[in-house]
């Protein structure tokens, strides 16, 4: 029998009644579930269950928006969930654990089983997190309190296996306890929904309780999306809402622009416009704009999201801030979760692949926004704890240096930052040695020549040199200076002086105002551009030096492939440079000195 908007009213009438029934019952009750907290106690602990069950388990295409709000569900009571540690004794309850899930904490509409139909609902789909709650609860051997089996059956859901238990708030909840203090992680892959229970094992459990043992026929839910029953009132409602008009997409998260991924951007979203529509999440819209630092492509997109107010509020944050130091990075952190967030406030749940930019991707897989998505990793750096053990190391060598350990990320920042690379479906970088560092999904893309060979340049065998950065350790500022000492080179460079006043006492040294003009006139006074940077996430100078034809000598943290004019040195040091310069001056009689003459 078809449901009426009677039933409906009768059914909301009820729900409403049970739930003052509960709230009262639980306000009064001494003996009510508190809400655990969020430990690390047994963060290490042995794995105790785990219930692993797919996210995407719709039958039919119509059936895909629904799915994918489940998913979003998901994601946001995950985060309430995960890390939450029960202690010894006490009773896990999931309504009082997630409390009551509305649009105001961004719960979407899913699917969600009533008067034996899958209906759209808001935060529809939950019952898969308690369903996988119980199934893990049921491994763990932990007593079940209270449980209550699904009036129809979901394909592909663990109702098919009776190992299901439904919720609806706050009368039919789930709970459970065990013998011991345990420890709950809901992770979300691309494909599945993962729960896990940590703790002490012991050696006996009291027996498990179920409140709905009773076996049912398995009937199954016929779903509004796929019924075909237009008579029914729900139908009509979701026809006149044109739930069946949403398309799956996919969303690019951008910040600054490089030339080199705004080339792949503009391919990517051409390649995909026809099949999944693009939507392109920035600060500003710097073509519109005339803003080179946000000139993304956006010709082919479905839809641009700006966030002006951000974009100034960074702008006026990032103009009192150091070149330098702890304050600065932190201030970063700070401005790329803001940024995340606003992203992940208009990121449609039917984005079910995203383009990331890499200062974005810690804040994102913090807030859950990557479980159950695809996504490929826009690097713009390479991962913290490689550059945090390159900086170490130069430490130890020179200990003087207030530079090179001047800020270190957090233990969890670099293990989320790990985790959420290993997720991803591709790394995509210019820099050679970046991508070396994932063999399998490195994505490799060619580096632009930002200037055209126009310059006339008569000094090729001068001794005077270009040092690409600024005074800084992880530039390689001290091998630059040492080689420069005693090859007799006169040195011009760009940028601050972070490593001293009197770093480059003793050498001839000309420092260059800022700006690409000036850039330009320097090279046309210099025999090579010097590279020997520990750590180098953009070869701006010496790209645009070998597009001019000038020799460079670069370390392979450049991230330049071989090509013609290019010496790439093993390592940051002097006598790399000077063995080097003895490659391209072999007649220089000082190109045969040692590091060891200092």
Same mark, same amino acid.
């Given at each position: 029998?078809?449901?009426?908007?009677?039933?409906?009213?009768?059914?909301?009438?009820?729900?409403?009644?049970?739930?003052?029934?509960?709230?009262?019952?639980?306000?009064?009750?001494?003996?009510?579930?508190?809400?655990?907290?969020?430990?690390?106690?047994?963060?290490?602990?042995?794995?105790?269950?785990?219930?692993?069950? /797919?996210?995407?388990?719709?039958?039919?295409?119509?059936?895909?928006?629904?799915?994918?709000?489940?998913?979003?569900?998901?994601?946001?009571?995950?985060?309430?969930?995960?890390?939450?540690?029960?202690?010894?004794?006490?009773?896990?309850?999931?309504?009082?654990?997630?409390?009551?899930?509305?649009?105001?904490?961004?719960?979407?509409?899913?699917?969600?089983?009533?008067?034996?139909?899958?209906?759209?609902?808001?935060?529809?789909?939950?019952?898969?997190? !308690?369903?996988?709650?119980?199934?893990?609860?049921?491994?763990?051997?932990?007593?079940?309190?209270?449980?209550?089996?699904?009036?129809?059956?979901?394909?592909?859901?663990?109702?098919? +296996?009776?190992?299901?238990?439904?919720?609806?708030?706050?009368?039919?909840?789930?709970?459970?306890?065990?013998?011991?203090?345990?420890?709950?992680?809901?992770?979300?892959?691309?494909?599945?929904?993962?729960?896990?229970?940590?703790? /002490?094992?012991?050696?006996?459990?009291?027996?498990?309780?179920?409140?709905?043992?009773?076996?049912?026929?398995?009937?199954?839910?016929?779903?509004?999306?796929?019924?075909?029953?237009?008579?029914? %009132?729900?139908?009509?409602?979701?026809?006149?809402?044109?739930?069946?008009?949403?398309?799956?997409?996919?969303? @690019?998260?951008?910040?600054?622009?490089?030339?080199?991924?705004? +080339?792949?951007?503009?391919?990517?979203?051409?390649?995909?416009?026809?099949?999944?529509?693009?939507?392109? %999440?920035? /600060?500003?819209?710097?073509?519109?704009?005339?803003?080179?630092?946000?000139?993304?492509?956006?010709?082919?997109?479905?839809?641009?999201?700006?966030?002006?107010?951000?974009?100034?509020?960074?702008?006026?944050?990032? &103009?009192?801030?150091?070149?330098?130091?702890?304050?600065?990075?932190?201030?970063?952190?700070?401005?790329?979760?803001?940024?995340?967030?606003?992203?992940? !406030?208009?990121?449609?749940?039917?984005?079910?692949?995203?383009?990331?930019?890499?200062?974005?991707?810690?804040?994102?897989?913090?807030?859950?926004?990557?479980?159950?998505?695809?996504?490929?990793?826009?690097?713009?750096? @390479?991962?913290?704890? &490689?550059?945090?053990?390159?900086?170490?190391?130069?430490?130890? +060598?020179?200990?003087?240096?207030?530079?090179?350990?001047?800020?270190?990320?957090?233990?969890?920042?670099?293990?989320?930052?790990?985790?959420?690379?290993?997720? @991803?479906? !591709?790394?995509?970088?210019?820099?050679?040695?970046?991508?070396?560092?994932?063999?399998?999904?490195?994505?490799?893309?060619?580096?632009?020549?930002?200037?055209?060979?126009?310059?006339? &340049?008569?000094?090729?065998?001068?001794?005077?040199?270009?040092?690409?950065?600024?005074?800084?350790?992880?530039?390689?500022?001290?091998?630059? &200076?040492? @080689?420069?000492?005693?090859?007799?080179?006169?040195?011009?460079?760009?940028?601050?002086?972070?490593?001293?006043?009197?770093?480059?006492?003793?050498?001839?040294?000309?420092?260059?105002?800022?700006?690409?003009?000036?850039?330009?006139?320097?090279?046309?006074?210099?025999?090579?551009?010097?590279?020997?940077?520990? #750590?180098?996430?953009?070869?701006?100078?010496?790209?645009?030096?070998?597009?001019?034809?000038?020799?460079? #000598?670069?370390?392979?943290?450049?991230?330049?492939?071989?090509?013609?004019?290019?010496?790439?040195?093993?390592?940051?040091?002097?006598?790399?440079?000077?063995?080097?310069?003895?490659?391209?001056?072999?007649?220089?009689?000082?190109?045969?000195?040692?590091?060891?003459?200092?």
């Amino acid at each position: 029998m078809q449901p009426t908007p009677f039933d409906a009213f009768v059914f909301a009438s009820k729900a409403w009644i049970l739930r003052s029934i509960r709230g009262v019952k639980e306000s009064i009750s001494a003996q009510a579930p508190r809400k655990a907290s969020f430990s690390q106690q047994w963060h290490d602990a042995p794995v105790l269950a785990q219930s692993i069950t /797919p996210l995407w388990t719709q039958t039919s295409t119509a059936e895909l928006r629904l799915t994918a709000g489940k998913v979003e569900n998901l994601r946001i009571a995950a985060q309430a969930l995960n890390g939450v540690e029960v202690s010894l004794g006490e009773t896990f309850s999931f309504w009082r654990q997630l409390g009551q899930p509305n649009r105001l904490k961004g719960y979407r509409e899913g699917r969600e089983i009533r008067e034996g139909c899958v209906v759209p609902s808001i935060a529809g789909g939950l019952c898969q997190l !308690s369903n996988a709650l119980y199934d893990a609860a049921l491994k763990a051997n932990f007593d079940i309190l209270e449980r209550h089996k699904h009036t129809r059956v979901i394909a592909g859901s663990l109702a098919e +296996q009776d190992r299901d238990a439904t919720v609806f708030w706050n009368y039919v909840d789930l709970r459970f306890k065990s013998a011991q203090g345990f420890r709950i992680e809901i992770d979300l892959s691309a494909a599945d929904l993962v729960v896990t229970f940590k703790g /002490p094992k012991v050696e006996t459990f009291s027996k498990a309780i179920d409140s709905d043992q009773k076996t049912s026929p398995k009937l199954f839910a016929a779903s509004c999306e796929t019924c075909g029953v237009h008579s029914c %009132f729900r139908h009509e409602q979701m026809h006149s809402a044109g739930t069946h008009d949403a398309a799956f997409s996919y969303a @690019a998260l951008l910040d600054g622009a490089w030339p080199e991924y705004s +080339q792949w951007i503009a391919h990517w979203i051409s390649e995909n416009k026809i099949k999944n529509p693009t939507d392109i %999440f920035l /600060p500003l819209n710097g073509l519109q704009r005339k803003m080179s630092r946000y000139s993304w492509p956006v010709d082919g997109a479905r839809k641009i999201f700006e966030f002006p107010l951000f974009a100034f509020y960074r702008s006026l944050v990032s &103009r009192r801030l150091a070149n330098q130091g702890k304050k600065r990075q932190l201030a970063h952190i700070q401005l790329n979760t803001q940024l995340a967030k606003n992203y992940t !406030s208009k990121l449609p749940v039917t984005a079910l692949h995203l383009v990331i930019q890499q200062n974005l991707l810690v804040p994102l897989y913090r807030q859950g926004v990557l479980g159950g998505r695809t996504f490929d990793v826009l690097m713009t750096q @390479a991962p913290a704890n &490689r550059i945090e053990a390159t900086l170490d190391q130069a430490k130890e +060598q020179f200990p003087s240096s207030p530079t090179l350990s001047d800020f270190r990320a957090d233990a969890q920042w670099i293990q989320d930052e790990n985790r959420a690379l290993s997720r @991803a479906r !591709s790394i995509v970088t210019p820099h050679a040695k970046i991508a070396k560092m994932f063999p399998n999904r490195g994505n490799l893309i060619p580096w632009t020549n930002l200037v055209k060979p126009h310059l006339n &340049r008569t000094n090729m065998n001068s001794k005077t040199v270009f040092f690409s950065g600024p005074t800084v350790g992880r530039k390689g500022a001290y091998a630059m &200076r040492d @080689a420069a000492k005693l090859l007799g080179l006169k040195v011009i460079k760009q940028g601050a002086e972070l490593e001293g006043d009197d770093f480059w006492k003793g050498i001839d040294v000309e420092t260059i105002p800022p700006g690409e003009k000036n850039l330009e006139a320097a090279l046309q006074l210099v025999s090579m551009v010097i590279a020997p940077a520990l #750590i180098e996430s953009r070869p701006v100078v010496c790209l645009k030096a070998l597009s001019l034809g000038i020799p460079v #000598i670069a370390t392979e943290a450049c991230g330049l492939p071989p090509q013609n004019g290019l010496i790439i040195i093993p390592n940051s040091s002097s006598q790399a440079i000077i063995d080097a310069w003895a490659q391209l001056f072999p007649d220089n009689q000082l190109s045969n000195l040692s590091v060891k003459a200092l």
